[in-house]
């Protein structure tokens, strides 16, 4: 696994024809500073998809940190999220273009609803101007996130399918059947805090175990874990250092029994946020 050469990603086709980079930069909670310098440095490092919101409140950051780093926009997998209080055809609009103006971009790579926020009962119409903020080319993708199963099948029932569903998940948090509902209907699943928040998962003996056989750090084997079953992972990382390994994760192929080992840490206790009560 290298050191000093440039890292890229393994990619993921989305429905519709994208590609999605399968290690993506997290940027919350940065605020406009911090994730000027984080994307910089991620960008430099070799990462292609950078993922923010208007919640994070760091979209201009997150812009300047793009242009500074001097990587062609076409290289680029930007994604944002905005609000429920755009939830409607006209409101996504405003939403996006925004965004676009705080990231100072003509388009944006994935856009996703934020939280389905089921209350308001508004996110299929959210979800119908997303669609036409692609056919009008000022996004190339679109999902949603944090949504439950039956916020989506609400979608299907409505005849719509996001290409991604952001979700958090790690190894004590698998979501095993959103996963699976995910695949039958060819959505990419992607994972926030992917190595769990705080905790002692990286100090699990399956985690360490698998570290010491591959010569790799347990956060590595973590987010290996998760590329090599087909999702995408957007880990958090201010220091380049960690970024560079965080992104280093496609040179080394865990065993069928280290999944399985892994696998087994999921922890039926765990909390979630219930997407049916919390949203912004």
């Known amino acids: ?17 994208a590609g999605i980079p399968q290690m993506g930069l997290g940027t919350w909670p940065m605020n406009d500073d911090e994730a000027r310098a984080a994307v910089a440095d991620a960008l430099r490092i070799g990462y292609r998809h ?18 500074d780093a001097g990587v062609a926009r076409e290289e680029l997998f930007v994604t944002t999220k905005f609000n429920k209080e ?61 949504f439950k199963a039956a916020h989506l099948q609400k979608l299907f029932d409505a005849g719509l399918t996001p290409q991604v569903n952001q979700i958090e998940l790690s190894p004590t948090r698998p979501r095993r059947d959103l996963v699976a509902l ?37 956060a590595q084997v973590v987010l290996r874990w ?17 970024q560079r390994l965080n992104l280093d994760v496609f040179g080394f192929v865990l065993s069928a029994a280290e999944m399985a080992a892994i696998d087994r840490l999921e922890d039926a206790a765990a909390n979630l946020l219930d997407a049916d009560r919390f949203g912004h």
């Open 50 to 67: 950078v993922d923010t919101a208007e919640n994070y409140r760091n979209e201009l950051g997150v812009g300047q940190g793009i242009r």
């Open 226 to 242: 998760h590329v090599q079953q087909g999702l995408v992972a957007i880990p958090k990382s201010s220091d380049p250092k960690r």
């Open 182 to 218: 995910h695949k039958r209907h060819g959505i990419v699943t992607e994972s926030w805090s992917p190595l769990d928040r705080g905790g002692d998962l990286l100090k699990a003996q399956a985690i360490v175990g698998a570290a010491e056989a591959h010569g790799v750090t347990p």
């Open 1 to 17: 696994m290298s050191s000093t050469s440039p890292l890229r990603a393994a990619t993921l086709p989305l429905a519709g024809g």
């Open 86 to 146: 755009w939830h409607s055809i006209d409101g996504t609009r405003a939403a996006c273009e925004a965004s676009l103006k705080r990231l100072g971009m003509d388009y944006v790579d994935l856009l996703l609803i934020h939280w389905p926020n089921p209350a308001q009962d508004r996110y299929v119409q959210a979800f119908e101007g997303l669609l036409k903020l692609r056919d009008a080319g000022l996004v190339r993708a679109v999902g949603v996130s944090n």
